[in-house]
């Protein structure tokens, strides 16, 4: 499985990597988000991890982005929010978020959420 981490914290992308690829995923960190859109169309992504709070560009608006492209309108979106917050959760779902992870998570709730949505055989 191929999974896209759009986050501009080069730490979170790190940290995804560090978990994911002892695993057998194959996990692209990209920092800038309005490249990130670019980007994921050549990289066809199983998963996508995108960060909500992002200086550049929104994380819902990255995901509404994705959603409105039938390229990516049924890859798993994963909302990484920084508190858990009730209206973060109601708007993700709004852009069409699959899903959402609370910063800071654990390895094992990463995994469990990855596993989710990709069956990594």
């Not at 929010?81 to 094992?108: H, S």
């Amino acid at each position: 499985g191929r999974i896209v981490c759009i986050d501009d914290a080069i730490a979170i992308g790190e940290t995804i990597n560090s978990i994911l690829q002892p695993q057998g995923y194959e996990a692209i960190a990209l920092t800038n988000p309005l490249e990130a859109l670019s980007l994921v169309f050549q990289l066809k992504p199983d998963l996508i991890l995108c960060d909500i709070a992002m200086s550049e560009l929104e994380g819902y608006e990255v995901c509404a982005m994705l959603r409105h492209s039938t390229a990516f309108r049924l890859t798993p979106i994963i909302m990484l929010t920084g508190k858990d917050g009730f209206m973060d959760r109601v708007k993700a779902r709004m852009v069409g978020a699959t899903d959402y992870l609370t910063k800071p998570f654990t390895e094992t709730e990463l995994l469990m959420l990855v596993e989710k949505y990709i069956n990594n055989q």
